[in-house]
């Protein structure tokens, strides 16, 4: 832990002597709150990821997400205080990295790539259900197609990017907003309790959600409202991200919680039964709420809404990748590789290591991707949070920086809340996580620590160091 207060390396060369690539600052709080936005893809999280907690924890749902957003709060001041004090597009591991040593980044590294290799995929996969009304095609084949096209369109520009993406999520909100209208217009006297859950048991009689059970849920329901992390891995390509991370973490974390929980209320209420209800299907209720065109253009815009999540998780999962090759965390060739930008100044090739494996994984059973994912940012939010009981010590205890409220508090008590909800996880997604940590870890003690003059030496840009 000696290298845990010092101030991130000033890496001016490659091993062959070249300066490695910056990139480009072009974007300000409102392209990257877009950016960000859609990156948490409110809608397709909304009707991809919401019918599973549905199915689970049937009307409870909706408090389950009131809970998971909540806790979000507490990791947004985490991420704000250390995205402004660490700006780095390597996100979690260059923050958790300087603030706790080497070992804790390289782990929190871990965390992060494996929800960057799966969400995309697991969002994909929701593309056949909508697209069904106009095109029927398998759903990990359709999924494939979603993630190939959102790599292509993640070599593009990024101020580009921030446009398509922003037109996407035009349609994502009114998508999510029709949804709501209709709920709430169609609430019968009596829909299960959003405070009392109910969940259907095999489609028998309905039985109440425990608590354990809604805890339980809570990885799931953290994944629903992560993708506010984004702007941290955008923090590179920010204006002034002293300033701007702060407040694009933020204002994504209020919007994006607002346009899912209110979605999901309105369904909950306007819900026949329980059983419609906990079969997750969303289209089915909009089109008996209205009709089959309306059913119709709200699944065309939740289409839309998965291929613009896909675009912007692959535009920061390849920043992800980006970092780490000029951080040094892979063999020369793989860095010099992954730190190679392309002609619109894109990690073109750590943009297609992300995108293809991606489509690759489509083909892998949705529903343990997603609690493998759950796990993996439970985890990601702890090492998180442990940093930030670091952040102001030493020589970042006075360096210019977003300062959340309440600290020491705030860090702590999500310490302790996250490790019981970690306790609560299902097994086998625990197990799957906890092998590919613990073989990151061999890599971290027989290749990484025994080369730590030269490898793993995490950087911020030149811009941003003291």
């Not at 591991?93 to 929800?115: C, D, E, H, K, P």
């Not at 919007?255 to 369904?267: G, R, Y």
């Not at 930008?341 to 997603?370: H, N």
Request: glycine share 10%; with cysteine; aromatic share 8%.
């Amino acid at each position: 832990m000696t290298d845990t207060l010092r101030p991130p390396q000033n890496v001016t060369a490659t091993a062959d002597g070249v300066a490695p690539q910056q990139l480009k600052r072009s974007i300000g709080v409102v392209g990257g709150t877009l950016l960000t936005l859609s990156c948490v893809t409110p809608a397709s999280t909304l009707f991809v990821i919401v019918p599973q907690l549905f199915s689970s924890i049937g009307s409870a749902t909706a408090l389950a997400i009131a809970i998971g957003s909540v806790l979000c709060v507490a990791v947004a001041f985490c991420y704000s205080e250390l995205g402004t004090l660490i700006p780095s597009a390597g996100g979690e591991y260059a923050m958790v990295g300087t603030l706790a040593g080497r070992l804790a980044g390289w782990l929190v590294f871990i965390q992060s790539l494996i929800v960057v290799m799966i969400v995309p995929s697991v969002i994909a996969l929701g593309t056949a259900d909508y697209l069904a009304p106009v095109l029927h095609v398998d759903k990990p084949i359709a999924g494939a197609a979603v993630m190939l096209a959102a790599t292509l369109a993640g070599l593009l520009d990024l101020r580009a990017n921030a446009w398509i993406t922003g037109i996407f999520l035009v349609l994502e909100v009114i998508a999510a907003g029709v949804v709501s209208v209709l709920g709430f217009a169609h609430t019968n006297a009596h829909h299960p309790s959003l405070l009392h859950g109910l969940v259907s048991t095999d489609g028998g009689p309905a039985g109440p959600v425990g608590i354990g059970a809604i805890i339980g849920a809570l990885g799931i329901a953290l994944f629903a409202t992560q993708g506010f992390s984004t702007a941290v891995y955008l923090s590179e390509e920010l204006e002034n991200p002293r300033r701007t991370v702060s407040r694009t973490v933020l204002w994504t974390l209020g919007l994006s919680s607002a346009i899912i929980l209110v979605p999901v209320a309105a369904i909950t209420m306007g819900a026949p039964d329980l059983q419609t209800l906990t079969s997750g299907d969303i289209p089915g209720m909009v089109t008996a709420w209205s009709n089959s065109a309306v059913g119709t253009f709200i699944s065309l815009c939740i289409a839309l809404a998965i291929i613009n999540a896909g675009i912007v998780m692959v535009i920061q999962n390849s920043r992800v990748l980006f970092a780490s090759a000029r951080d040094k965390a892979w063999p020369e060739p793989v860095n010099k590789a992954f730190g190679t930008l392309g002609r619109f100044g894109s990690p073109w090739i750590a943009t297609l290591a992300v995108g293809l494996p991606g489509a690759a994984l489509c083909f892998v059973k949705g529903e343990l991707l997603s609690n493998i994912t759950g796990v993996a940012v439970t985890a990601m939010y702890l090492l998180v949070a442990i940093a930030s009981l670091l952040s102001r010590r030493g020589h970042h205890k006075h360096a210019a920086a977003w300062r959340m409220p309440l600290w020491p508090a705030v860090p702590a008590l999500l310490i302790v809340v996250l490790v019981y909800v970690m306790t609560q996880l299902d097994a086998e997604p625990l197990l799957w996580t906890g092998g590919i940590t613990a073989l990151a870890t061999l890599y971290w003690l027989f290749y990484l620590r025994p080369r730590q003059a030269t490898r793993w030496v995490i950087s911020l840009p030149e811009d941003q160091r003291d």
